[in-house]
């Protein structure tokens, strides 16, 4: 099965950037979309973000557009999230999932259970 590892996180100051990285493993990472979510302290998991298979799609929560930026590299087997303008609200942990389904990498799910398979994490803090 496809496993995911999120890297990148770190503490900033709001107004800056950071990058995440989620490297894939498995032959058939380029056949699924992929979703970026975040949970911050105390609150569910929220959807951030998510490219489908070849990156020529993508969606944003209202609350990251403009701001933030997901793309794909399908011979690297990664995905990216640039998070640009950092607020202090972004502070969560986040992190990357596959969309397995038979649909996967043709929709752009944004709910948790469109997606089968999630990385452990990688810890984002904004400071103001």
């Known amino acids: 099965q496809v496993q995911l590892v999120e890297s990148g996180g770190g503490l900033v100051q709001a107004g800056g950037s950071l990058r995440l990285s989620c490297a894939a493993s498995?032959?058939?990472?380029?056949?699924?979309?992929m979703g970026w979510f975040r949970r911050a302290p105390g609150k569910d998991r929220d959807f951030v973000a998510t490219?489908?298979?070849?990156?020529?799609?993508?969606h944003y929560a209202d609350s990251v557009k403009g701001r933030f930026t997901v793309s794909r590299d399908n011979v690297k087997n990664t995905v990216t999230l640039q998070m640009n303008n950092l607020k202090p609200e972004d502070t969560a942990v986040y992190c990357c999932?596959?969309?397995?389904?038979?649909?996967?990498?043709?929709?752009?799910?944004?709910?948790?259970?469109?997606?089968?398979?999630w990385g452990q994490g990688t810890q984002v803090t904004v400071s103001s």
């Open positions: 999932a596959a969309d397995t389904s038979k649909v996967s990498g043709l929709r752009l799910g944004v709910s948790n259970y469109e997606y089968a398979v």
């Open positions: 498995g032959r058939t990472f380029s056949t699924y979309s």
């Open positions: 490219i489908n298979w070849n990156g020529g799609s993508t």
